[in-house]
């Protein structure tokens, strides 16, 4: 099996773990879990989906999500539901979003932190482990 191969499972098999715990949270969780914890989670989920089909900009995807997410955000401020003509309550809408909290935006941001911390650590514990080829 490829190496890329194998990081596209394991990316695959993190986000499956990370969606399914994002719908539980939206289906069962109350208070401060269904309102911060599932918005910073959703930004490692949005990682590990992106990264299944690109390993490009792996150092700058965190950011480059955490603008979308944003942009997103700003989005539903607009109220782009309704200028789309989707109806409180439908698929499209509640994928969109249908309200704007500047606490979301926070809550992104801290995902997004969550993401470049485990890049850095992950690059450091490869790095750690690695023989430079001119020791081969």
């Known amino acids: 099996m490829k190496h890329t191969t194998k990081l596209k499972l394991i990316y695959t098999a993190l986000f499956a773990v990370m969606l399914i ?10 208070g401060f879990i269904r309102a911060y914890i599932g918005d910073v989670l959703v930004m490692p ?4 989906f992106v990264r299944i089909f690109t390993d490009k900009f792996p150092r700058t995807l965190p950011l480059i999500l955490f603008i979308f997410a944003c942009a997103v955000e700003v989005s539903q401020y607009f109220e782009l539901y309704k200028v789309l ?9 509640i994928l969109i979003g249908t309200g704007f909290a500047w606490e979301d935006i926070l809550a992104y941001g801290v995902g997004s932190l969550l993401n470049m911390t485990a890049l850095i650590c992950l690059n450091s514990a490869f790095k750690a482990y690695t023989v430079p080829t001119s020791q081969i």
């Open 45 to 48: 989920t949005m990682y590990f």
């Open 85 to 93: 003509g989707f109806a409180r309550g439908s698929l499209p809408a």
């Open 21 to 30: 715990t994002e719908i539980l949270i939206g289906l069962y969780a109350k």
